[in-house]
């Protein structure tokens, strides 16, 4: 039997759409679920695209009750994505699934983490910082933003003259690379 996937994500959900090309045609692995807290995220188009099941659910039911543990456990999830999901997981999810919620973060953690900082918000700190360097963090999620085990990290260097547009392109290009192969690797020694 495949080893299952549910993606998590609030936005466009360019991360979802890679993890379900990877996984499209694999013989031990595939997204049977994209779940999203806003109705209008673009992935939720992307999941269609791929033919991967939905579902939208709002605050009430992702913090007081236990619709969405029951759904997952319903379709035997084995590992649940983060990408570019915007709410803290609930302890009572953190529970159901110790070691097996992953998240990926646009910098290189513990820098630049933690509540409001995502998207273009670490990008743009990391510029106005001038670093030379950034990256992208794979961390297991955990009751705090960006403070869980970190899993892997990838860097690139900062140019003198690289835009907000170019750092994030860079990152991306790491988070696109790098994403599904390292839930590959954790889904094939679970």
Known sequence: ?????????????????????????????EVALVLSNNPDAYVLQRA???????????????????EIIKLLDKLKIDLI????????VPASLLRKFPNKIINI???????YGGKGMYGDRVHQ???????EES????????EHFDEGEIIYQARFRIEPGDTLEIIKFK???????????IIENLLKKM
């Open 1 to 29: 039997m495949k080893k299952r996937i549910a993606i998590f994500a609030s936005g466009s959900g360019s991360n979802a759409q890679k993890i379900m090309e990877y996984f499209k045609y694999h013989d031990q692995i």
């Open 125 to 131: 700190a990391i510029l106005n910082a001038g670093e």
């Open 171 to 181: 990152g991306q290009q790491l988070e696109h690379l790098h994403y599904p192969k």
């Open 105 to 111: 973060h646009p910098a290189l953690l513990p820098a």
């Open 81 to 88: 994505v983060l990408a570019g999901f915007l709410w803290l």
């Open 135 to 142: 990256g992208i963090t794979i961390h297991f999620a955990n």
């Open 48 to 66: 269609d695209n791929f033919e991967v099941p939905t579902h939208v659910f709002d605050r009430h039911d992702f913090y007081e009750t236990d």
